[in-house]
């Protein structure tokens, strides 16, 4: 698995996580790890484009 979908796969859960989670604070911890998670995913996905163009 490449990191760009290991990273989407952590984003999602963290996201279904928040939208399950009945505390306030809670919920915005697991969506702020959501879009962290969603950062590192584009990061990687643009990572791979590079090395996929290089090869």
């Known amino acids: 698995m490449r990191d760009s979908e ?3 796969d952590l984003a999602r859960k963290c996201f279904e996580d928040a939208a399950e989670c009945k505390d306030q604070a809670q919920m915005k911890v697991y969506a702020e790890m959501g879009r962290s998670y969603l ?5 990687a996905a643009r990572a791979e484009k590079v ?5």
């Open 6 to 8: 290991r990273f989407l």
């Open 51 to 55: 090395t996929n163009r290089d090869s």
């Open 39 to 43: 950062e590192r995913a584009e990061v």
